[in-house]
């Protein structure tokens, strides 16, 4: 078996935190619109794909809905 080595981010958490401000934004324009129409599916796609990144990227599907992070 051949041993690959982990590439990528050495601590995620500190960039997945400073997206976390951008994330709380798009969620408030979602609001803005009605709920099910184009304009809010777009911004829930952004909102899921950042959900989906953190998940992957640090295997913490959970992480922007964590009580423990900084606001």
Do not use: C, N
């Amino acid at each position: 078996m051949v041993h690959r080595s982990k590439q990528g981010l050495i601590f995620p958490e500190e960039p997945f935190d400073k997206l976390r401000p951008y994330r709380e934004e798009l969620l408030a324009m979602s609001q803005t619109y009605r709920a099910g129409g184009p304009e809010y599916m777009a911004l829930s796609r952004a909102v899921i794909a950042l959900d989906e990144a953190a998940g992957v990227v640090m295997s913490k599907p959970g992480f922007f809905f964590s009580p423990w992070h900084k606001t």
